[in-house]
């Protein structure tokens, strides 16, 4: 009988730890839950930590003009920093939306359509003038600089006065007129291709001041109509279809002394049109036209 004592004891011990094997306490099932969780919580920091550290090595550097005349300890004009992360296919406008939408909501700039249509979100960018919407980041050099047009007065950080600028273009009279009509009712006025293809770049101006923004002669008087204004004159004045009665009419316009003779020829409104309008040809042709005009033959 004392052999066969060890021999229970030993069957009672196997029988115990298989028990243990097979179920586990719920202690080790809440230690278990709790270690899984803290490796989850591990991993989503550690991935939080790479993708910020991977957006803080491509990021944009802005350097924005700010001004605002009607709040204290805004009026005496200075620059903002702004790091906006890139992306491929980002504009300056799509760069000034984030720094406003995330870091100020006080920034202020205009746009509209975002196509470079509206010519709304003109801009002074690393020393030239340009279109916000259409400029991509990955063709500047940082930091990018925005400023307002210069020669213009600043209403709010990027927001300049235009209304000097629109009276310049109404000057000239910016609307088809014509005092011959087909004979038909219902007959639409014809143009012929060559002439179509004469004034069609000139059609392009998207009024967004870009070219009277880099015209000295503009900014030393006031009074000058503009390469854009006067652009503007040169698609109607030739247009066939207005007769020359008008052209007559609006070369006069032109002929002024603050008109086409102001201008000196330096192509920097060419050079800074977003439409790529041939502005300085077309003043020097409406300059040809004038003399023409005034030529007397006896």
């Known amino acids: 009988m004392s052999t066969q004592i060890p021999k229970q004891t030993e069957n009672a011990e196997e029988t115990a730890s298989e028990t243990e094997t097979e179920a586990p306490s719920k202690g080790d099932e809440r230690r278990a839950e709790k270690r899984r969780r803290a490796d989850e919580r591990r991993r989503q920091r550690e991935a939080e930590e790479a993708e910020r550290a991977a957006a803080d090595e491509?990021?944009?550097?802005?350097?924005?003009?700010?001004?605002?005349?009607?709040?204290?300890?805004?009026?005496?004009?200075?620059?903002?920093?702004?790091?906006?992360?890139?992306?491929?296919?980002?504009?300056?406008?799509?760069?000034?939306?984030?720094?406003?939408?995330?870091?100020?909501?006080?920034?202020?700039?205009?746009?509209?359509?975002?196509?470079?249509?509206?010519?709304?979100?003109?801009?002074f960018v690393n020393g030239g003038q340009k279109l916000a919407c259409k400029t991509q980041i990955d063709e500047l050099e940082e930091p990018i600089r925005v400023e307002p047009l210069p020669h213009a007065e600043v209403t709010k950080d990027l927001v300049v006065d235009m209304e000097h600028f629109y009276d310049q273009m109404e000057a000239v009279e910016p609307y088809f007129q014509t005092n011959e009509y087909p004979d038909g009712e219902l007959e639409e006025q014809r143009q012929t291709r060559e002439n179509r293809e004469k004034v069609k770049m000139s059609t392009r101006c998207i009024w967004c001041a870009a070219c009277m923004s880099s015209c000295n002669i503009a900014a030393g008087d006031n009074e000058y109509l503009g390469p854009a204004a006067i652009n503007k004159a040169y698609r109607f004045a030739m247009d066939e279809r207005e007769g020359e009665d008008l052209k007559q009419k609006r070369l006069e316009i032109i002929e002024q002394e603050h008109g086409v003779w102001r201008c000196q020829t330096q192509f920097s409104c060419t050079e800074v049109c977003p439409k790529d309008i041939p502005l300085t040809e077309h003043i020097q042709e409406l300059k040809r036209e004038a003399v023409k005009n005034n030529l007397k033959f006896w």
């Open 58 to 123: 491509n990021t944009v550097e802005l350097r924005v003009f700010r001004y605002d005349p009607d709040v204290e300890g805004k009026q005496e004009p200075r620059f903002d920093t702004f790091h906006v992360p890139f992306t491929k296919g980002m504009t300056v406008l799509d760069a000034l939306m984030y720094a406003r939408d995330t870091y100020d909501s006080s920034l202020t700039f205009r746009h509209s359509c975002r196509q470079a249509v509206c010519g709304s979100d003109a801009m």
